[in-house]
């Protein structure tokens, strides 16, 4: 071509093409550049030809070679299953305590609770377990209705105050404020003797009149000495866990107005055997009696 010269620094010849006074040298790719283009074409068309590739209406081409990750994936799930499946008999006819006592049944059902916990639990509970204002801290070793296996398990199942569950763990603090069963200046006077179980700063002498309307009003459920009671899943007051605050205001709303939790009764949601898997897992955390 007419316009073809040689550039006067490199010493390489241009293309004739130019662009706003920048001319283009004539430099080819490498030949190792090109076999290996010409390499993934070749195998772009033998994947075409061998695994499905080509979208068709409804489906896609099936290739030669009739390769299916799905039914590849279908086959690992089956191979899992029936791995799993002697662990998973085993659970179904074991107690949680048998469970306990068997190493192996003991690591696939804290491996199998872990997991259960995190998709049907953590919602409420956190990740680890740890709670929230409103939902109890699972790590510890304060539970409202027990912390042994068989007791977890009757909580998983049943649910608390959960409807349509004749089992359910069910009680019902009364609202002593709202209800007018005390007056503010007698809920002022207790709130100050839960302050002073738990040994917060709190008035003296509202606490002495207090310990009274506590006798008659709250013993009953919560212990003479307010350590709770766990059939009744009446919480201790004499520690530094509380569900629901742990300040005069919080306590002083919590005996006006309570506030009432609820968790489903997993049993029916959720099977047995995972049920069993996630008690031994909620009771290996470190606060299972």
């Not at 662009?19 to 074409?41: C, S, V």
């Not at 872990?114 to 790590?139: D, E, M």
């Not at 404020?177 to 709130?191: F, N, R």
Request: net charge negative.
């Amino acid at each position: 071509m007419a316009d073809v010269e040689r550039d006067e620094i490199s010493g390489t010849d241009t293309t004739g093409h130019e662009w706003d006074g920048i001319k283009e040298l004539n430099t080819p790719l490498p030949r190792w550049w090109i076999l290996t283009f010409y390499a993934t074409i070749v195998w772009a068309l033998g994947y075409v030809i061998l695994y499905p590739a080509l979208p068709l209406i409804d489906s896609a081409t099936g290739g030669l070679l009739g390769y299916s990750s799905r039914a590849e994936l279908a086959a690992e799930l089956t191979q899992a299953k029936a791995a799993q499946a002697q662990y998973l008999d085993r659970i179904a006819s074991a107690s949680p305590a048998e469970i306990r006592a068997d190493q192996d049944l003991l690591q696939f059902a804290i491996a199998g609770g872990r997991s259960a916990f995190s998709i049907n639990c953590a919602p409420c509970h956190g990740a680890g377990a740890q709670g929230a204002a409103g939902y109890p801290n699972l790590n510890d070793d304060d539970w409202l209705w027990g912390g042994s296996l068989d007791e977890i398990y009757a909580t998983l199942k049943n649910g608390i105050r959960a409807p349509h569950n004749d089992d359910t763990r069910d009680s019902i603090m009364p609202a002593f404020g709202t209800d007018e069963v005390l007056e503010k200046a007698q809920i002022a006077d207790v709130t100050n003797f839960v302050l002073a179980l738990s040994g917060k700063d709190h008035d003296s002498a509202a606490a002495q009149r207090g310990a009274e309307v506590f006798a008659d009003n709250c013993a009953a459920c919560h212990g003479e000495k307010g350590t709770g009671n766990k059939e009744f899943g009446a919480p201790s007051l004499a520690d530094a866990i509380w569900l629901y605050g742990q300040d005069a205001a919080a306590i002083g709303a919590q005996i006006s107005s309570p506030k009432h939790g609820v968790m489903p009764a997993w049993a029916g949601r959720l099977d047995d055997t995972v049920i069993k898997q996630l008690t031994v897992y909620v009771h290996s955390l470190g606060g299972g009696q």
